[in-house]
Structures are given as structure tokens and as C-alpha cells.
């Protein structure tokens, strides 16, 4: 017998609602828009990879992938000042914007949002890599343009109650 | 009002900034504002300053807000004193574990200038 949280995933919005999400953390945390778009990010260049895990009514990660540019300038919107290079405070902002869109994906399905938790954020940088996981139940991959840069945010479900 | 202290406590120094950035945009004179990016850490201050708000998030290593919440209220830190959480767990279930830790407003990330505006003014006095 199903239960409500693969039900309400079984439901077939939650790729809008992501783009839903994704859209009101940059408007309201950065002033800027993000919308889904064909964007494609680079294998050989350097590129910084937040992770965020999900424990409970369900199990997985959300991840936001972008290039050096990206991250820099997402940062820049974010604190007011412009950052050199991919410092700590670039890695904190990038994981804190995972952080936060993840938090309003799950808070559009009352099931997860009450039942699903987060960790706190993992940055991942270097290049030509891919992250797994094994078997996952269904995953969401969307892409983004933010400005003149391409943003590439995952929902990985490894078990789902 | 004259200028208040405020204690900001987040694991992420950025979101520090930012709810800095919007307690000055919604209007509130700040004279000193502490930084804590833990409960433990931010009982400490509690324990040597003086401040008329506390804002902390509540997914934090080492001590959670929560946690950090009711320590502050067992212990009697800044008794007085408003408490706001600002998290990106926005559910129900989560206000409600908040306002029974002894919290007095909540804000979910992402949020507006103007929502903290609206939920701390208040809690000053100051709406």
C-alpha cells in the first residue's frame, strides 16, 4: 500500500514545484531571476557542487552544480560584495542557496515538509566529476539560467515511505 | 527606542550578513550586533552581553536552534528577551516545536526585508 509521501511524489508536479522553489530563493535572496532553461555547464572547468541530504519521509540529496563564475557572482548578489576567488564565504553562500531551495521544495508537499529534514550543507569543487547514488528511486534534474550563467540543480530519491 | 544589541545565530556566516542586512532595512538601529554559528556558542554570549533580540536559525551542527532555545530558557539567559527563528523548515510542526521552546516569531528562508520587518518590529515594540 502506497503511502502519502510517494503518493504526493507519484503526483507528478514536483519538477514545477523545484522551479517554483528555485525561482523564489533567487528573486528573494538575490534580487535575480533563475528560470529553467537548455543550459549546459562545462566538464573541464572547475565547478562547485553543493549537497544537500534528505533523511526521513524520504531519503536523498539536493544538489546545486555551477561553474567558479557562477558561484562567485551568486555570492556577490547574496552578501553585496564582490569575492576574488572561491573562497570560504562562496562556498557557504552556494551551499546556503542549496540549502534554502531544497527546504522550499519539500515545504510545497506537507508530507515532506514536516517529515523530511535536512543537513546542513556539503560543498563539493574540482572537475570532470559526477556524483551517484545507488538505485535511486526517481531523480529530478533541471537546468537554469541565472543571468549569463548556468545553474544545474538535482533531487535524488533513494527510498521514499 | 534607543539603539539595540542583537544576537544573530547561524552555522552559515552569510546568512548572518544577510539578516543583519535586513534587521538595518526594516529600520531597527542596531548598536552592537554578536554573531554566534552554534547554540553553544551563542549561550555563551548570552552569558557576558547584554541583548534585546536574539534571531537563530534552527539547523545548526553541535546544538541545534531549538536546543539552543531551550538551554537559553532553562538557564534563564536573557529571559526577557524575543526570540525569532529564521529556518528554512517552514512546516507547522516545526512553528509549533519553536513557540513551545520559547521562540516569539518565525521566519522562513528565503524571506523579504519586510517580513522580518513584520514579525521583529513587533516584538519591540516598535511596529
Request: charged share 25%.
Given at each position: 500500500m502506497s503511502t502519502p509521501a510517494r503518493e504526493l511524489l507519484q503526483e507528478g508536479a514536483h ?39 534528505l533523511?526521513g519521509a524520504m531519503s536523498g ?45 519539500k515545504?510545497?508537499h506537507p508530507v515532506l515538509?514536516?517529515g523530511c ?19 535511486p528511486e526517481f531523480r ?15 533531487i535524488?530519491c533513494e527510498s521514499i515511505q | ?127
Open positions: 519538477a514545477q514545484d523545484l522551479d517554483s522553489a528555485v525561482e523564489e530563493v533567487f528573486r528573494l535572496m538575490m534580487g535575480a531571476a533563475c528560470t529553467a532553461a537548455d543550459a549546459r555547464l562545462s566538464d573541464d572547468k572547475e565547478t562547485i557542487t553543493a549537497v544537500i541530504g533523511a540529496a539536493c544538489t546545486l552544480r555551477c561553474g567558479l563564475d557562477t558561484a562567485l557572482r551568486m555570492a556577490e548578489c547574496m552578501v553585496g560584495t564582490s569575492p576574488a576567488e572561491l573562497d570560504d564565504m562562496v562556498k557557504d553562500a552556494i551551499g546556503e542557496v542549496c540549502n534554502m531551495i531544497a527546504g522550499a521544495w515545504g510545497k515538509a514536516s529534514m535536512l543537513s546542513t550543507p556539503a560543498v563539493v569543487t574540482g572537475t570532470n566529476y559526477r556524483l551517484h547514488m545507488q538505485q529530478i534534474d533541471r537546468s537554469y539560467k541565472f543571468e549569463d550563467h548556468a545553474v544545474h540543480i538535482s535524488v | 527606542m534607543s539603539n539595540i544589541n542583537a544576537l544573530i545565530v547561524d552555522d552559515s556566516s552569510v546568512m548572518r550578513k544577510i539578516v543583519e542586512r535586513a534587521l538595518r532595512q526594516a529600520g531597527l538601529s542596531l548598536d552592537k550586533v554578536y554573531e554566534a554559528s552554534s547554540g553553544a556558542e551563542a549561550l555563551e554570549v548570552l552569558k557576558s552581553e547584554q541583548v534585546q533580540l536574539v534571531l537563530s536559525d534552527i539547523n545548526m551542527p553541535m546544538m541545534d536552534g531549538l536546543e539552543f532555545l531551550r538551554q537559553m530558557r532553562a538557564q534563564e539567559l536573557a529571559p526577557d528577551v524575543p526570540v525569532v527563528m529564521i529556518t528554512t523548515e517552514g512546516s507547522e510542526e516545526h512553528v509549533k516545536a519553536a513557540i513551545a521552546a520559547g521562540a516569539q516569531g518565525y521566519i522562513r528562508k528565503p524571506f523579504t526585508p519586510e517580513q522580518v520587518k513584520d514579525r521583529v518590529l513587533p516584538l519591540l515594540d516598535l511596529a
